[in-house]
T-cell receptor
Framework: AQSVAQPEDQVNVAEGNPLTVKCTYSVSGNPYLFWYVQYPNRGLQFLLKYITGDNLVKGSYGFEAEFNKSQTSFHLKKPSALVSDSALYFCAVGRSYNTDKLIFGTGTRLQVFP | NAGVTQTPKFRVLKTGQSMTLLCAQDMNHEYMYWYRQDPGMGLRLIHYSVGEGTTAKGEVPDGYNVSRLKKQNFLLGLESAAPSQTSVYFC???????????FGPGTRLTVL
């Protein structure tokens, strides 16, 4: 079985400061990992993914994520937060040999204060 | 290029009524998905399809049925709505299973 955990319901950060949104996963075999963002009353938008290769993945809007196999983590990061980054962020995991389905985390609300 | 569209955007049903949610995509994607989003529970997969004419169960399929008669459309049906099906429903599509999913704007359903 596969699962993903986002341990923080909400993350608060001041504008200009670095941000981290945490994600840990459990999956048999090699994982496929995704981050999505949801703005109010909208569908989810893709940010970035890890399939294989470099452990540091760069995505949209200046976000990046680091795949850590030993810690089974895929934390989302940004060096300098913007107020416009405030949204709901979802981590998702799939299995490399059967990626028909993704399992989504419960989401983390990011609040960036001016 | 509209991407993924969902019809209707809002709907209120009474317990026991039936309805169909329509999802359409114009990206020629093989894979299509139906999710429900509930507070504190993230997105949960209801049913999905890996191609025209195919459907499969996700995490929470009970009380729902789906059909994929045309590649561009994926229908979600509620035969006898229950208050527990009050939720926001999202449709998504992707070209391959390991590629990013494109989401529709959602349908907010309330069952009284």
């Amino acid at each position: 079985a596969q699962s993903v955990a986002q341990p923080e319901d909400q993350v608060n950060v001041a504008e200009g400061n670095p941000l981290t949104v945490k994600c840990t996963y459990s999956v048999s075999g090699n994982p496929y990992l995704f981050w999505y963002v949801q703005y109010p009353n909208r569908g989810l938008q893709f940010l970035l993914k890890y399939i294989t290769g470099d452990n540091l993945v760069k995505g949209s809007y200046g976000f990046e994520a680091e795949f850590n196999k030993s810690q089974t983590s895929f934390h989302l990061k940004k060096p300098s937060a913007l107020v416009s980054d405030s949204a709901l962020y979802f981590c998702a995991v799939g299995r490399s040999y059967n990626t028909d389905k993704l399992i989504f985390g419960t989401g983390t609300r990011l609040q960036v204060f001016p | 290029n509209a991407g993924v569209t969902q019809t209707p955007k809002f709907r209120v049903l009474k317990t026991g009524q039936s309805m169909t949610l329509l999802c359409a995509q114009d990206m020629n994607h093989e894979y299509m998905y139906w999710y429900r989003q509930d507070p504190g529970m993230g997105l949960r997969l209801i049913h999905y399809s890996v191609g025209e004419g195919t459907t499969a169960k996700g995490e929470v399929p009970d009380g729902y049925n789906v059909s994929r008669l045309k590649k561009q459309n994926f229908l979600l049906g509620l035969e006898s709505a229950a208050p527990s099906q009050t939720s926001v429903y999202f449709c998504a599509s992707s070209s391959r299973s390991y590629n990013e999913q494109f989401f529709g704007p959602g349908t907010r359903l309330t069952v009284l």
